[in-house]
T-cell receptor
Framework: RKEVEQDPGPFNVPEGATVAFNCTYS??????FFWYRQDCRKEPKLLMS???SGNEDGRFTAQLNRASQYISLLIRDSKLSDSATYLCVVNGKGSSASKIIFGSGTRLSIRP | NAGVTQTPKFQVLKTGQSMTLQCAQD?????MSWYRQDPGMGLRLIHY???????DQGEVPNGYNVSRSTTEDFPLRLLSAAPSQTSVYFC????????????FGPGTRLTVL
């Protein structure tokens, strides 16, 4: 089983829609969770960290469910510029904290 | 600050050739790592380092060597290139204290014939 798994998509939604992605992880000792965004043929960039209590940044909301070992990303009022691949990232605890694992990414396409 | 730089941007090798992908950062980050990205596979961790003189294997280390003689540089060596190593290679750096944000270089697109 892969350490971090995501639905590859693609998700194709109209502008203004709300879209949600999930990501599951296998290491129950994982401590840090993130969402990155990657545009076509570009390097990934941090979108937001994911905290236990959930966190929001404008139109983006991230949630962590430790019991079920998944994190989620919700995008409200989607814009054309949100079209990208969204990568779920997890790192471990203690001696594994420095091992940062990326999911394979979920492709999102926003249509006018 | 230049951030994370990678050279070359593009490279074509023949099977069996060796080469070194260069990565440098000027942010004084302790943590550096190498990933490869293949279509549909996301980024897979090859090797990483938490400081000068310290390296460790990631998910897919076979066929690659690294060293970390300085904080700034983290070269990736392909010992004997194989077509399966055709990929886009990203180098990243960040702080050890939180691992909160990884800063990526622009990538090296490698083709092995």
């Amino acid at each position: 089983r892969k350490e971090v798994e995501q639905d590859p998509g693609p998700f194709n939604v109209p502008e203004g829609a709300t879209v949600a992605f999930n990501c599951t992880y296998s290491n129950s000792a994982s401590q840090s969770f993130f969402w990155y965004r990657q545009d076509c043929r570009k390097e990934p960039k941090l979108l937001m960290s994911v905290y236990s209590s959930g966190n929001e940044d404008g139109r983006f909301t991230a949630q962590l469910n430790r019991a079920s070992q998944y994190i989620s990303l919700l995008i409200r009022d989607s814009k054309l510029s949100d079209s990208a691949t969204y990568l779920c990232v997890v790192n471990g605890k203690g001696s594994s904290a420095s091992k940062i694992i990326f999911g394979s990414g979920t492709r999102l396409s926003i249509r006018p | 600050n230049a951030g994370v730089t990678q050279t070359p941007k593009f490279q074509v090798l023949k099977t069996g050739q060796s080469m070194t992908l260069q990565c440098a950062q000027d942010m004084n980050h302790e943590y550096m790592s190498w990933y490869r990205q293949d279509p549909g596979m996301g980024l897979r961790l090859i090797h990483y380092s938490v400081g000068a003189g310290i390296t460790d294997q990631g998910e897919v280390p076979n066929g690659y060597n690294v060293s970390r003689s300085t904080t700034e540089d983290f070269p990736l060596r392909l010992l004997s290139a194989a077509p399966s190593q055709t990929s886009v290679y990203f180098c990243a750096s960040g702080t050890v204290s939180s691992y909160n944000e990884q800063f990526f270089g622009p990538g090296t697109r490698l083709t092995v014939l």
